[in-house]
């Protein structure tokens, strides 16, 4: 079902062309616009009680569009080397092998998507350290390695949720 909170997670994908300009005011409005759009979905969807698994799917997979354009122009404008990059996004790699998981242990379908603590954290953290770079702010390597302890934290989580929900036959 589409809703007004889909369609504010939807806003994402023009929002992050917008780094492709030169303008560092057009990419910070981008950003907090981004950011704005993902804290009143999710507000949304709970306060109308309308969330829906394409909600689950759709809110996350918009930041990460979002994160990953803005990621490449600056990577590509020499912002920060490749394995600060590759940090940023291990949370991502985690739920992509956490994906497997579920499609090859048959899990797949009975699984409830919804967002969990540490992908929120992670998302957070890449919004300020985007907020950080345009800005052209010197980020200390410590911090990337934040998003790989971020990531691991995230798939344990995602590990435990597995877990606590009622198995289905199929």
């Known amino acids: 079902m589409f809703s007004l909170s889909n369609g504010l997670s939807?806003?994402?994908a023009p929002l992050a062309l917008?780094?492709?300009?030169?303008?560092m005011f057009l990419r910070l409005a981008a950003i907090l616009l981004a950011m704005f759009t993902d804290a009143l979905d999710g507000f949304l969807a709970r306060?109308?009680?309308?969330?829906t698994q394409l909600g689950a799917v759709l809110d996350p997979?918009?930041?990460k569009l979002f994160v990953f354009i803005a990621l490449s122009v600056l990577f590509y404008e020499g912002q920060f080397v490749l394995w600060q990059a590759l940090a940023m996004i291990t949370r991502d790699?985690?739920?992509c092998i956490f994906a497997g998981y579920l499609k090859f242990s048959g899990k797949w379908r009975a699984y409830q998507f919804r967002s969990i603590r540490w992908g929120k954290a992670t998302t957070a953290l890449q919004f300020i350290v985007l907020i950080l770079l345009t800005m052209n702010v010197h980020i200390p390597s410590y911090v990337?390695?934040?998003?790989?302890l971020f990531g691991l934290l995230a798939f344990?989580?995602?590990?435990?949720?597995?877990?606590k929900q009622?198995?289905?036959v199929e």
Not at 18 to 23: G, P, T
Not at 47 to 51: I, P, Q
Not at 144 to 148: D, N, P
């Open 10 to 12: 939807l806003l994402r």
């Open 61 to 63: 997979a918009m930041d």
């Open 18 to 23: 917008l780094f492709l300009s030169q303008s």
């Open 144 to 148: 990337f390695t934040v998003f790989v």
């Open 166 to 168: 009622p198995a289905t």
């Open 47 to 51: 306060r109308r009680r309308s969330t």
């Open 156 to 163: 344990v989580e995602l590990l435990q949720l597995v877990k």
């Open 93 to 95: 790699v985690f739920l």
